[in-house]
């Protein structure tokens, strides 16, 4: 008999060996800091402009309020937004397969699954919470295409998970 939520999801052979969730905290990454200078700078002449045309008169300087809140949400989003997908995502790992489900506004809920296979390659990232990585997505961007890792991101057991996507593995070998 398959857990609740599970029927016609999980083959008849196929086990729940382990779930959790991510690290929800608010994390600063070298990448993030790139975009929080240019969103700052962005921001920051909005409101100088604004300013300036505030001290014109009329009304004119409301039309820097959309810049300085792209400017915001350009420093500030990615940082808020990735703690926000985190804390509405759940990992689970079978005999078989990993999946990562998410709940987020728009996208609406959706459960991704990932064979795991003796080919599948792992990557272990130390750390506290740790992550680990099992596949790669190519999301389409303005002008290319560019590939993600996919995995089960700031875990705080990584390593003993870790040990149980390498069972799976030897298993399925």
């Known amino acids: 008999m398959k857990p609740p939520g599970w029927q016609g999801i999980l083959d008849d052979n196929e086990e729940i060996i382990w779930q959790g969730r991510p690290d929800g905290r608010i994390v600063l990454r070298a990448g993030n800091i790139f975009m929080i200078l240019f969103g700052l700078a962005f921001a920051g002449f909005a409101l100088v402009w604004m300013i300036l045309a505030a001290s014109a008169g009329g009304f004119l300087w409301a039309f820097g309020l959309v810049h300085f809140g792209v400017g915001l949400s350009l420093a500030f989003g990615s940082l808020f937004f990735s703690a926000y997908r985190r804390r509405n995502t759940w990992y689970t790992l079978t005999s078989k397969r990993a999946f990562i489900a998410t709940n987020l506004p728009i996208q609406g809920k959706r459960l991704k ?57 030897e298993s399925a070998a």
């Open 113 to 169: 699954s990932f064979p795991i296979t003796a080919d599948t390659s792992l990557e272990l990232e130390q750390g506290d919470p740790a992550s680990i990585y099992f596949a790669s997505e190519i999301r389409r961007g303005k002008n290319s295409n560019y590939q993600v890792r996919v995995g089960f991101e700031r875990i705080p057991d990584g390593a003993e998970v870790f040990k149980k996507f390498r069972d799976v593995q």
